[in-house]
């Protein structure tokens, strides 16, 4: 019998009812899971008392932390939280800061004391953050001292936000000198394998953000299926890259991921593409995770990067067009490795390594999960039929308190929202988000295919590709495009890149309609804002 550490039972008390939570696999021999875990002590303190204490873990501009070192700032942080902030298991710890050692501190310090990890998106603005603190009931902060201004304007709103730190502050009151006076000491707190340890946030590009809730056994199942069986780390790789680590591609990719494996991490507050290019050779890092438009971003100046230190590329967020990975391979000479996760499913499910990927295809499934392709009525599709994605594995969808969880989970699968087609071989063809589908003039036309085919043109630095309104045609396809340096937009080159794309794909898939920008409306996970394109004239 598990026996829960939550004395605060706020997030067991708002779990999903049973009969809306998805299935759960755990086939695997290394997914057999003790009743009783703290993810902290795999990931962390099991490295320390194995004697890999003195080995590196995170680093950062002017920082070279050994396990140890985390393990104690840790450690200080929890007793800190818990002896003199009041802290009990199960509370709801919001984290807010760009990408340092000190948040990775901190989110661990939350994980031991047996509390619940709210890390939150550097740009969020006061009012989102509002949402965060009300729907996860936050009452405790720990925030970089550069972020302080939103979080003091939305906690003067928010009256069950009792406390809050301030880190990479070196004042008398900051949470570094109060952590000096604490023990470097910490006994984990003994939770439960299925005690709520993180709230992970969507992205919510359409209606309110949702709370997705995951286990501590959930963090180590993200750990156990998709890094060992797909990008297969070793215990020297130097992990870097772009995304958040309240983005749980970043968490696991630039934290997780590394710390399983006793590796080391690069935590970067910049990651524009020259600031990448730089710290891989600064830091020798052998594996990098971002998005597929940094990708494009960084592959004009990625020279440097052929035959470096950077063996591993990681690609998720969004679709690699088949055009972004052929890029990078000639400037790089590196295969990248794409993978499909959600929040929902807190990371990869589909993916396919360096010798398997298939330009155009997101993979196949991960070990541990199983993936289908449904039909309208539920049932599995035929090879080849575009349908939506559904998948099920040791990890699922909890949404805390939200009716979207009926549309997010049917029949035991969870829905990614996603049209896949799945081919002959298993390997998974996204088409596009099953609410983006342009249905012109009777035709099912994928924006990401029109995409690829507008980014294989060398004018072209980055599009996207919707379905606007239109009398005659229902609705007709749209790019609105941002062209490299040096090229003239207008009607000459609207039709140029028309002309470009009936040649390479059905004509009837064209974009009647152009319009040139200087820049596209991305999320800060580096997702296109599909909707704001709409807005664009
Ligand atoms: C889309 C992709 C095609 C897809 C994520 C890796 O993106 C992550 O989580 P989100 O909750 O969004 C999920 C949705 O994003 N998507 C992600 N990766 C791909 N589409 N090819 C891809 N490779 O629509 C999916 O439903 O923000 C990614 C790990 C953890 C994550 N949270």
């Not at 706020?10 to 009743?35: A, I, M, S, Y």
């Not at 440097?304 to 950077?310: D, E, G, W």
């Not at 398997?356 to 392709?373: I, K, W």
């Not at 003239?488 to 470009?500: I, R």
């Amino acid at each position: 019998m598990s026996c829960s550490a939550h004395i605060d039972t706020f997030t067991r008390d708002n779990l999903p009812p049973p009969e809306e939570q998805p299935e759960f696999l755990f086939g695997l021999p290394e997914l057999k899971f003790p009743d009783q875990l703290n993810c902290a002590w795999p990931l962390l303190d099991k490295h320390v008392k194995e004697g890999r204490g003195e080995r590196l873990c995170i680093q950062a501009p002017g920082v070279r932390w050994t396990y140890s070192d985390l393990q104690q700032r840790a450690n200080r942080i929890a007793n800190l939280l818990v002896g003199e902030m009041g802290l009990v298991p199960g509370n709801r710890v919001l984290l807010r800061a760009p990408n340092n050692p000190m948040m990775a501190a901190c989110w661990f310090a939350v994980i031991k004391a047996g509390a619940v990890a709210v890390a939150t998106m550097p740009l969020l603005r006061a009012k989102e953050l509002q949402h965060v603190i009300t729907k996860a009931r936050v009452s405790y902060a720990l925030c970089d001292a550069r972020l302080a201004d939103e979080l003091r304007i939305a906690a003067a709103e928010c009256p069950e936000l009792q406390q809050i730190r301030f880190f990479n502050d070196s004042s008398e009151t900051g949470l570094e000198a109060a952590m000096s006076r604490q023990s470097a000491e910490f006994e984990n707190v003994d939770t439960a394998a299925t005690d709520t340890c993180m709230l992970a946030f969507t992205s919510g590009t359409t209606g309110q953000p949702k709370a997705t809730m995951h286990f501590h056994r959930d963090v180590m199942a993200a750990c156990l299926c998709w890094p060992p069986h797909v990008l297969r780390p070793v215990a020297d790789d130097v992990f870097m890259g772009t995304p958040p680590l309240a983005f749980t591609f970043g968490l696991g990719g630039l934290l997780l991921f590394p710390l399983n494996v006793a590796a080391s991490t690069v935590l970067l507050e910049k990651g524009g593409p020259q600031d990448l290019v730089d710290a891989i050779a600064t830091y020798q890092a052998t594996v990098l995770f971002t998005a597929p438009t940094s990708y494009r971003a960084i592959a004009p100046i990625a020279g440097p990067l052929r035959a470096s230190s950077l063996r591993k590329c990681v690609s998720a967020g969004e679709a690699l067009s088949a055009s972004t990975r052929a890029l990078w391979k000639e400037a790089t000479g590196i295969e990248i490795i794409d993978g499909i996760g959600a929040t929902e499913l807190m990371h990869i499910f589909i993916s396919a390594d360096e010798p398997h990927a298939r330009p155009g295809a997101t993979g196949t499934v991960v070990p541990g999960y199983l993936a289908c392709v449904m039909d309208d009525d539920g049932k599995p599709a035929p090879v080849g039929q575009i349908g939506r994605l559904a998948v099920k594995g040791p990890t699922g969808c909890r949404y805390l308190a939200d009716e979207r969880q009926k549309k997010y989970v049917i029949d035991g699968w969870n829905y990614t929202g996603d049209a896949y087609a799945m081919d002959g071989d298993g390997y998974f063809h996204y088409h596009s988000r099953t609410d983006d589908m342009i249905i012109s003039a009777g035709y099912n036309i994928a924006g990401p295919e029109v995409e690829d085919a507008l980014l294989k043109h060398p004018k072209v630095a980055e599009c996207g590709v919707i379905g606007v309104a239109d009398e005659e045609r229902g609705q007709i396809v749209k790019a609105v495009i941002v062209l490299r340096p040096g090229n003239q937009p207008g009607p000459e080159m609207a039709k140029e890149l028309q002309d470009f794309v009936k040649q390479s794909i059905a004509p009837y898939k064209y974009p009647r309609a152009i319009s040139f920008v200087g820049s596209l409306p991305r999320t800060e996970t580096g997702k296109l804002q599909r909707f704001r394109l709409k807005e664009t004239r």
